[in-house]
């Protein structure tokens, strides 16, 4: 019978520390902003001083994956390429010459 009573005293001590709360709230956002805008410029200035560096190793990236990509599908064709020298050399030693036109 008595927590009715102090329903009032909590809702004023509620209110006075929602109160403080966004008063620090403010006052700590106020001061942080310009670390925070710091915080920022600083990212852009290293990201725009790596960029090249970044390409450049992405261009080396991509084209040390193309010269794989060509190794792995040419030299599973080797045995048949040199099969199939062998074959021309066969067959190009074996053809009767042509007559000279004499």
């Known amino acids: 019978m008595f927590w009715p009573l102090l329903i009032p005293i909590g809702f004023a001590v509620w209110l006075l520390t929602g ?3 966004l008063a620090l709230a403010v006052v700590v956002g106020v001061f942080w902003l ?8 600083l990212k852009l200035l290293v990201g725009v001083v790596l960029l090249p560096f970044v390409l450049l190793a992405a261009l080396l990236a991509g084209a040390a994956a193309l010269v ?3 190794f792995a599908v040419v030299i599973p064709l080797l045995p048949l390429a040199v ?13 009767p010459s042509a007559p000279s036109p004499a």
């Not at 310009?34 to 410029?41: A, D, K, N, S, W």
């Not at 074959?87 to 074996?94: C, K, P, Q």
């Open 19 to 21: 109160t403080l709360a």
């Open 34 to 41: 310009p670390f925070l805008l710091l915080r920022v410029l």
């Open 68 to 70: 794989a990509i060509f």
């Open 83 to 95: 099969v199939g020298l062998i074959v021309w050399a066969l067959v190009r030693l074996s053809a």
